[in-house]
């Protein structure tokens, strides 16, 4: 993928939104009145973003205008991403089920998951990790840190 | 001065920080000897745990797995020409290269003793040059901070990025982030969209895991096809190629000086890291050794000028971070991240308010030298053994681990959603070319920016030409303006003339 398109299509993103930060006077909320005034940095930081990020995306425009061979670091390798999307999902069902079914379960199965997404196929010894690594991590917090994890509320 | 050295002393030796001690260094060494995990990683899933100990026990153990994870990497440089870092590069050429000739016993031992020798000189200069800095830096003003802090974020953004303005985008875009929730001088809620748990702002360490630990994960996810390496340490039949004797040592001790000087010089600047000062102690020490034509096929003395100049890094990497509070690259800025969640706010006032925590962490991060010394020496063979598990045993715990860190921090489950949200984020900057180690920086340096720069508009009033009274004023101005200029000047002849040795890292 070419990295040249991306950069147009964020900095004219960040461009848009630091418009809206430099134009828009609800985005703070409240407190008291002081010297500097509460969207004093976030709008000089947002005027620097529209610096930063055009020169990003005149840079990447003039080369693709160009037509300019790209460079090594300008080519996105999509190349095994379909694992990353199946990880992020992974890792999305594991904050939702965990209120639910708990530290415990939860874990082991994200944990075979992501074993399985990696290749693992020596079941026994995965399986034996998938259990006791969360209940090492669980009472391990509980009793050391006195942090508890959630715990089964169906 | 030297008392509290003796008294720092006299605090770390004692149960808890020797076990913490010895701890962070075994998982530092493993840490850093897998292929796919580095030192900040190994940082970031430890330092939800040390949040319940006594600092002291805590920030030891984080730096002891700092540089256990530093020399860990060279483990799996040399054995298996897998550097985890750039900094391990030029110890994998060498390392490798000796390994194939059935002297790993050498390669090992030699990175050991350079990488032990260049801490140990840093952490020296760290103990006997901070106080005194810390000292003069206590004459700045509210004034004085905030160009010193600008200063800051030129110098790390233009000398870190992929390009100056991606490195000042992303520090920008960290500063944004700093932002959001209630602002600590007037209460104000800013960019929270009406969204109470946006309040808070960004809990540090969800986010901190999320941008600098998981896009690691993704990245070895994405290239899972890639065949699992086993790590084994080839024997010579001749013992003396298994280890390097004193006599050997000796030979390249003027070597291991030169590079720990140039690291912890260059260490002690902000943004440019151990990569860099590997390099340049390496192109150094080939240019004035007898045997130039052995580097990069088995030359030991090569290993130990990269070693020694990547390590010495770490101490002096503290001395802006404790000095300014200006974190010099991502590891001094998880670090002191783990100082503020810890009640120590690093700058000059930190040897003052926290005089003995502080000298004892001093002391914890040189006993660290003996302990990575024992620690490493006896079990190579274990850590080789660790660092051999396959990736589907090792990253389905760092899911688990990076789950539990992120809970840890607020016991609450947003704080996971910030986690999902920081890691699509960190792996989308890191394929953009944006640097996420720079965007963790203006994300922590905001606030004392935004407090500073208060403070001095308060002070002035409505004169704003008092804003450049002071010389401090124009010599960071003057530094700032140098800083960008340099930068300009180094990446435009680097782009025309790609040194030999950076074309092969990248």
Redesign the interface.
Known sequence: MDRRKIDVVLSTFLIIASLIILTNDNLAEGGAESDLGIMFLPRIVAGLIIIFASTIAIQSLRNLAAGSQIESREIIITDGFFGVFVYLGIFIGYWLAVPYVGFMIATTFVMLAVALLLGGRNWVPIIATSVITPVLIFYGSREFLRVYLPTWTL | MFENIASGFASILSVGPILGIILGVVIGITFGAIPGISAIMAIAIMLP?T??VDPIVGITMLLAVYKAGIYGGSISAILINTPGAAASFLTAQDGHALTKKGKSGKALDISLFSSVSGEMLATLVLILVAAPISTISLQAGPIEKVFLLLFAFTVIASMAG??I??G??SC??G??CA?VG??S????????FGIDELIGGFTFTPMLIGILVMPE??N??????IPHHELAITRSPNPADNRISLKEYLKVFPTILKSSGIGTFIGALPGLGSSTAAFIAYGEAKRTSKKPEEYTKGSVEGIAAAESANNAVCGSSMIPMLTLSIPGDDVAALLMGAFLIHGLTPGPMIFFEHTETIYAIFAGFLITDLFLLGIARSGFKFFVKMASL????I???V???A??GA??AG?N?ND??VL?AF??IG?GMR???LNPAVFIIGFIL?PF??QN??QA??IVGGEYHLFFASPFSWVFIALSIFFVLSSIKMKSKAKKHPPELKEET?
């Open positions: 745990m949040f319940y992929e390009s303005p991606r000042l985008l920008c875009l500063m944004l932002m209630m602002d001088i007037t209460g104000s809620a800013r960019f929270t994960v993704i070895v996810i994405r290239r899972r096809s396959r990736r589907y045993y990253f389905p715990c899911t688990a681990f789950f539990t809970f840890t016991q489950m996971i959603l999902i890691m699509a792996y394929m953009v070319g905001t920016l935004e720069l208060d508009f308060a990248a």
